[in-house]
C-alpha cells in the first residue's frame, strides 16, 4: 500500500540535509561516539526476540550496528546522503537513502526507533509523519521511540532546523494519534560533556487497534 503524503521540500528541512551533508564527517563522528545503550535497552525490553526495526534517521549508523550486533533484524534509512555512505560502511549492511515521508511500510516493524532525527520536522510534519508514516509501519503492539530537546517553538543551530518540546507538548502531540498508547516520557541530562546542561525529552508510545 503506497500512502499519500505531502513531501519534505521545505527550505528548513533541505538546509538541514544540506548542513548534513557538508559536514558528515564532523557530525559523523561525534554521533558515532555518543552511548545510546541505554536508550537502546529500555526500548528493546519492549520488543520480542529478533525483532525486526525500523531504524528511522540513522546517521551514520551507531543504533542500527547495536542492534545488529545483538541479534535483531534492521531495516535503516537517512536523508542525508554522506549519512547513507557512512552507515553503510559502519555496519556492513544495507541503507536506505530517503526521508521519512518516503516510508510506505504497512505493519511490518515490531518497533521503530527515532533518536535525534524526527527533532528537525515541524510540529505539524511530525505529526503527519507519525499518522501517515511511522505508526503505519509499525505491526499491532509495536513500540516507536523517539525523542527530542528540550524547549519551546523551532530554532535555527548551526544551519539546521530544530523544534523542541517539553513534556507537556510531547504528551499532547502523543494524544493527537488515535492508535498509540503512551507507554512513558521522560527527560534525561545530555551526557555529552560540551552539551551538560540541555535536556532530551524522550518518548516510548505502543500501537494499538484504532
Known sequence: M???TRKLNT???QATIDCYN???????ARFLSLDTKEHCQRFLGFLPEEAHILDAGCGPGRD???????GYHVTAFDAAEEFVKQARAHTNHPILHMSFDYVTFKEEFDGVWAMASLLHLSREECFEVFQKNLVPALKLQGVLYCCFL???GERMARGRYFM???EEALRALFNQLETVTILDIWVQEDQAPDRKGRNWVNGLVRKRIG
Open 164 to 166: 523542541d518540546y517539553t
Open 64 to 70: 542500527t550496528k547495536y542492534f545488529l550486533d545483538n
Open 150 to 152: 528540550e524547549g519551546e
Open 22 to 28: 557538508q559536514q558528515a564527517d564532523e557530525y559523523g
Open 2 to 4: 503506497v500512502l499519500k
Open 11 to 13: 527550505p528548513h528541512h
